[in-house]
């Protein structure tokens, strides 16, 4: 049981470059959550997934997309990456999207773009 | 709109003392409040949460936080701090009206020496 995986762990893209983030959780939960990682910001919500088939912005959606490829996977996609898209991110999982559940975190990604 | 807030961008403890780490939050209903440690290049790890009842909450690694409503806070404690509790901690809030969204505070880094 590996909870829940990101791919890759570290990248470096040019400014204008395009990447996918990739994120799987094997604990049959239902909803999946993306997050930014600041100096001094804690973490943001960028988009979620509440159950499969559905996507939703979060705090800080611009210049990001989603798709929800199946229960068990929740990809995050920068079409025209930017210096400011500098980041750790981390995706996260729960059960359900109840307001008693806990979220389950990856080991998160190390995105500079430069 | 909900928030936390984490005053103290760091706390210092000598090895053995008590430790707290503080969080205070603002939520329209009803607060969820949850408590989770990073290790350096590392996800989050939940420690604990607040639903409803006793308001003394016990967590993971001996850790322990008091719920005070009247307050809105939700301090982080252990009574005895060990070196390997040296992490960022970030507390975080939930309420039923924004039920898929966790708001995290800007955490603390507790340092703890010998």
């Known amino acids: ?8 762990k570290f990248q470096v893209l040019k400014t204008g470059q395009s990447m996918t983030l990739q994120c799987a959780q094997d604990m049959n939960h239902n909803s999946m959550y993306w997050y930014r990682q600041d100096p001094g910001m804690g973490l943001r919500l960028i988009y979620y997934s509440a159950s499969e088939g559905t996507t939703d912005k979060g705090e800080v959606p611009n210049g990001y997309n989603v798709s929800r490829l199946n229960k068990r996977e929740f990809s995050l ?6 210096p400011s898209q500098t980041s750790v991110y981390f995706c996260a999982s729960t059960g359900t999207s109840g307001v008693t559940d806990t979220q389950y975190f990856g080991p998160g990604t190390r995105l500079t773009v430069l | 709109a909900q928030s936390v807030a984490q005053p103290e961008d760091q706390v210092n403890v ?23 440690v990073q290790y350096p290049n590392r996800g989050l790890q939940f420690l604990l949460k607040y639903i409803t009842g006793d308001n003394l ?16 806070s939700f301090h982080l404690k252990k009574p005895s701090a060990l070196v ?10 939930r309420d039923l009206r924004t039920a898929s969204k966790l ?8 340092q703890v020496t010998l």
């Open chain 2, 57 to 72: 909450v016990k967590g993971s690694y001996g850790f322990e936080a008091e719920f005070n409503k009247s307050q809105t």
């Open chain 2, 84 to 93: 390997s509790d040296s992490a960022l901690y970030f507390c975080a809030v």
């Open chain 2, 103 to 110: 708001t995290f505070g800007t955490g603390t880094r507790l």
């Open chain 2, 14 to 36: 000598a090895e053995g003392n008590p430790l707290t780490v503080k969080c205070t939050y603002s939520v329209s209903g009803n607060p969820y409040l949850f408590w989770y």
């Open chain 1, 1 to 8: 049981n590996a909870g829940v995986t990101q791919t890759p």
């Open chain 1, 77 to 82: 996609r920068l079409e025209s990456a930017a």
